[in-house]
């Protein structure tokens, strides 16, 4: 069974900068999209960003022009660059695979931005 594991959460203070990593177990056919969601406390679970199959990207309205999400479709890896982070930004994110009728997601890894 494919599993996604998120590394590289942590505490940062507002103004800097982390990178999440998400590594997939097993091979993984059929891609449809690589993506990360957040949940702060409190509320729903939303799209920060997405990457499709063939390239193209996607992004929060709160989060464009600081973070980049991107890929290696060799190592089933992807990456979501954050810059600029706010408070606001806090939460646990998520990373996801769509690939042919499977819905993966890892279990999280929390960031937390301190003002």
């Known amino acids: 069974q494919v599993q996604l594991v998120e590394s590289g959460g942590g505490l940062v203070q507002a103004g800097g900068s982390l990178r999440l990593s998400c590594a997939a177990s097993?091979?993984?056919?059929?891609?449809?999209?690589m993506g990360w969601y957040r949940q702060a406390p409190g509320k729903q679970r939303e799209m920060v960003a997405v990457?499709?199959?063939?390239?193209?990207?996607n992004y929060g309205d709160s989060v464009k022009g600081r973070f980049i999400i991107s890929r290696d479709l060799a190592k089933n890896t992807f990456n979501l660059q954050m810059n600029s982070l706010k408070p606001e930004d806090t939460g646990v994110y998520y990373c996801?695979?769509?690939?042919?009728?499977?819905?993966?997601w890892g279990r999280g890894t929390q960031v937390t931005v301190s003002s």
């Open positions: 996801n695979i769509v690939a042919g009728m499977l819905n993966i």
């Open positions: 097993g091979s993984i056919f059929s891609i449809k999209s």
């Open positions: 990457i499709s199959s063939g390239g193209s990207t």
